[in-house]
């Protein structure tokens, strides 16, 4: 009988690539999720069988217990952005990663990783970087041998980045960018998904691994690198994280009246994280001890964003014909 993993998580951004990664190793995969009815993209990634959805919610313990019955290992990718809500930052990446960890110490599973972020910190300034550092703890509190992973922001087809701002691109001339500054190391979903597999086959030691790629780059250069991809002209304008925290709290306060249906371009805890560079530390373990080279950006943006070019997947005809027009 195959090896299995059960993967918390494992429909989301990067849970997909990590389960496909397993399957292709040849591992029987349990994706742990609250709405399986959604995830069944993931069953083709191995033959009939091998990769399964089962519902699952970090949130409870029992949940938690039952789908990592008979698992050779465990890979906790589970994630959020909400501050408040019961699915909020606390009862997620802090709650949830530490019970996973307290369970898979019960159950006997010392084969476990887990998706942290770059800038956690459990004194950290914003309640994101504070719950992934106390997650980290509880991780390590329970399974000393853990792997960690701690990406920056992580690029790849479904990412909620260049995505994010590829589409507003197509709708407004300007883009506003709080933190304009602020250093990023993109990293490839797939490269971060293979530091999993791998760690999840016991190929990498315990440890905290800081993930990041080969382009190092301000928020403002990113912008202006997709727009280059996308062949949109907009003008980039930069404003003050301090606007940003007192935006932040406006728009707050408009979700929570209106119920939701206000979007908030940014939280107030978004600006704070924005006040940090999201890069690998110097003295951080990161791809190089992992083995692997991670994807350059050039490579693989222009895959998925070409839907915010002005014709499309037409634009290159289009580019093509314009020599005939006169
Ligand atoms: N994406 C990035 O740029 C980035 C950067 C740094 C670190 N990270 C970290 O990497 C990890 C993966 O991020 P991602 O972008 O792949 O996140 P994502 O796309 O939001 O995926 C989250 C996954 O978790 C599941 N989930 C959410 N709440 C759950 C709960 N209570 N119980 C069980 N499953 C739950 C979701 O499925 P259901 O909704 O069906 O439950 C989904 O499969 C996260 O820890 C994130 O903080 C991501």
Redesign the pocket.
């Known amino acids: 009988m195959s090896k299995l993993v059960t993967i ?8 997909r690539y990590i389960a496909r990664r397993m399957a292709q190793r040849g591992w029987r995969v349990r994706v ?5 009815n ?2 069944h993209f993931v069953r083709p990634y191995g033959v009939v069988g091998q990769v399964e959805p089962v519902m ?4 409870d313990d029992e949940s938690v217990r039952l789908v990592m019955q008979g698992a050779d290992a465990v890979v ?5 952005f909400d501050a408040r809500g019961k ?1 909020n930052f606390d ?3 802090h709650l ?1 990663a530490e019970r996973i960890a307290r369970i898979a110490a019960e159950l006997g599973v010392s084969r476990l990783v887990h ?4 800038g956690a910190d459990a004194n950290g300034a914003s309640m994101y970087a504070r719950s ?1 550092g106390l997650g980290e703890d509880g991780i390590l509190a329970s399974v000393p041998g853990a792997v960690i992973l ?5 690029f790849g087809s479904e ?3 260049f995505n994010r701002f590829g589409a507003m691109a197509r709708l407004t001339p300007v883009i506003p960018l709080f933190g304009a500054d602020t250093m990023f190391q993109p990293v490839y979903v797939d490269d971060v998904a293979d530091a999993a597999a791998k760690a999840a086959d016991g190929e990498v030691e315990g440890g905290i691994y800081e993930l990041g790629g080969p382009d190092i780059a301000t928020f403002r250069e990113l912008i202006h690198e997709m727009l280059t991809v996308i062949r949109r002209r907009r003008l980039v304008v930069g404003f003050p994280l301090w606007m940003g925290r007192i935006m932040g709290r406006i728009f707050g306060a408009l979700n929570f009246v209106t119920g939701g249906l206000a979007p908030a371009p940014i939280t107030y805890d978004q600006a704070l994280q924005l006040a940090s560079d999201n890069v690998v530390s110097d003295d951080a373990k990161t791809f190089a001890d992992l083995g692997i080279t991670p994807t350059d950006m050039e490579a693989v943006l222009p895959s998925y964003l070409w839907m915010y070019r002005p014709d499309g997947q037409y634009n290159e005809i289009t580019k093509s014909a314009e020599r005939f027009k006169s």
């Open positions: 918390y998580g494992g429909s989301g951004f990067v849970g742990a999720v609250r709405r399986p959604e995830a699952c919610n970090i949130r906790n990718c589970v994630g959020t699915n009862a997620v990446q949830g998706l942290s972020a770059i992934k701690r990406p920056s922001v992580v990412d909620a980045f």
